[in-house]
């Protein structure tokens, strides 16, 4: 997928989060990437064979003192991760059963499933944004999923 449909996915995946969400959001930049670099792969202990689809970087919100703003702040950091979110969206596609007497529209049903992807890991990463820890958001996400 060209990096502008991506990128339009990604900000349509900002638009699906509730609007009392984005309200709350302070000074975060939203960014895409090809993938994670050794770097970040590194501190976050990933294997050869695991990768990140974002990554939450900076300050959360539950965290912020009366202090947090004064002077130069750059704003934290939510990078998507194009290349993971798209082998991501192949795998569960390739899940799906297919039938063969009926015509598929597999470019819409690939980007369907990137959207989801995309949406997922943005409402991910922005619950870091808000403070809760990698268990605090799995938790929530089981119970989400659950409804």
């Known amino acids: ?3 502008k449909e991506f990128e339009k996915l990604v900000a349509e995946g900002f638009e699906r989060l509730p609007q009392w969400v984005r309200e709350k959001i302070r000074n975060v930049a939203l960014l895409v ?3 994670p670099s050794n770097e970040d792969r590194e501190a976050e202990g990933l294997g050869e064979d695991e990768t990140l689809l974002g990554l939450y970087k900076g300050i959360p ?8 703003g004064v002077g130069m702040t750059m704003p934290d950091t939510i990078t998507l991760y194009q290349l993971p979110i798209e082998d991501a969206a192949t795998e569960e596609l ?3 059963e297919v039938d063969i007497t009926r015509p598929i529209d597999l470019v819409g049903r690939y980007q369907d499933e990137i959207q989801k992807v995309v ?3 943005i409402w991910h990463e922005f ?3 808000f403070g809760m820890d990698e268990h605090e958001v799995r938790e929530r996400e089981e119970k989400r ?3």
Do not use: P, V, W
């Open 61 to 68: 919100l539950s965290e912020r003192g009366e202090l947090y």
């Open 1 to 3: 997928m060209h990096r």
């Open 94 to 96: 390739s899940t799906y």
């Open 145 to 147: 999923d659950d409804i």
């Open 127 to 129: 619950a870091h944004h």
């Open 119 to 121: 949406t997922e890991t």
């Open 33 to 35: 990437e090809n993938e």
